[in-house]
């Protein structure tokens, strides 16, 4: 491969498949489905087509979050979609979401199934869905926007930007290495500061602004984010430390995490859910994180 500093930019250009480092084979510049692949449908009006990545655990948290405060329902199947492999290209998930990320959400709880793609669209909906955790008073609802939104914006350079350069790039490369250190340290601080006068992001109620934000920034902060606590100094963010401890204790929080995840202590993977006593069944079948 080219050294970075004598690479100049062709005037046209050409995919090589063999960019992209660990996701090479799963990255290409066009949209649209490889094969034809059926979606599963269980029995729950609510189904989820997701993978426990920050961008999936969001929802999983939430819907779980739902059910723990009685909606009933918000009881849902999360099939599990194997990134990796490419099961996002397959014609019937590109049929819910034709940009193929996970999670994707289909609500067939009407004549007309709604499908819903995009991590912070999927909270917003079934938060406008049960009236649960997006105040309705136009302040705070304002409020929750806004950081709900500014996670959207600026997550990209957490996972695609500074996740991609430091853990999954084929050759580490200074320069994008310290350009995107500095934004996720500038964003860790603006929460830092914010989040010194107040408990929550949107105030002092727990909203989708913080299940939105929570799985990227406090997996950083927390270490299991691309294992850089030690390299982003995040012993320097305390007020975030905080708020993504009082997190991780609610049990919803927990479940959720849980939800279509592959890797990690098989005793914290459920790869499926299709119903509560899920995981009652996963903690029977698991003694010492080892599965029975």
Not at 6 to 27: C, E, H, L, Q, R
Not at 76 to 93: E, T
Not at 234 to 240: C, F, G, K, L, R
Request: charged share 20%; net charge negative; with cysteine.
């Amino acid at each position: 491969m080219t050294a970075p500093t004598d690479y100049m930019p062709p005037k046209v250009w050409t995919w090589t498949k063999s960019n992209g480092g660990n996701f090479a084979s799963i990255n290409r510049p066009i949209a649209g489905s490889t094969h034809d692949k059926k979606l599963p449908v269980g029995l729950h009006p609510l189904q989820l087509y997701s993978m426990g990545t920050p961008n999936g655990i969001k929802v999983t948290i939430l819907l779980e979050e739902l059910l723990a405060a009685g909606f009933i329902g918000a009881e849902y199947d999360a099939w599990l979609i194997k990134i990796s492999d490419g099961d996002q290209f397959g014609s019937g998930f590109v049929e819910i979401n034709p940009n193929s990320k996970i999670p994707a959400l289909l609500d067939r709880s009407s004549p007309t199934p709604i499908r819903v793609f995009e991590s912070g669209s999927i909270l917003l909906y079934l938060a406008e869905k049960f009236g649960a955790f997006l105040p309705k008073d136009i302040v705070a609802r304002t409020e929750t926007l806004n950081w709900l939104f500014w996670q959207m914006g600026s997550a990209p350079y957490l996972g695609g930007g500074f996740g991609h350069f430091y853990a999954y790039a084929p050759i580490k490369i200074e320069y994008a290495i310290d350009r995107f250190a500095m934004e996720v340290k500038r964003q860790l601080d603006v929460i830092e500061r914010h989040l010194a006068i107040t408990e929550y992001l949107a105030g002092q109620d727990y909203t989708i602004a913080d299940i939105a934000v929570f799985p990227t920034y406090g997996g950083v902060v927390k270490g299991w984010q691309y294992n850089v606590a030690e390299f982003l100094s995040v012993q320097d963010y305390p007020n975030v430390q905080r708020w993504a401890d009082a997190i991780l204790e609610r049990p919803a929080v927990k479940r959720g995490r849980m939800v279509n995840c592959t890797w990690g202590e098989p005793s914290e993977q459920l790869h499926e859910r299709h119903d509560t006593s899920d995981f009652n069944i996963k903690t029977q079948d698991t003694i010492g994180g080892k599965l029975l």
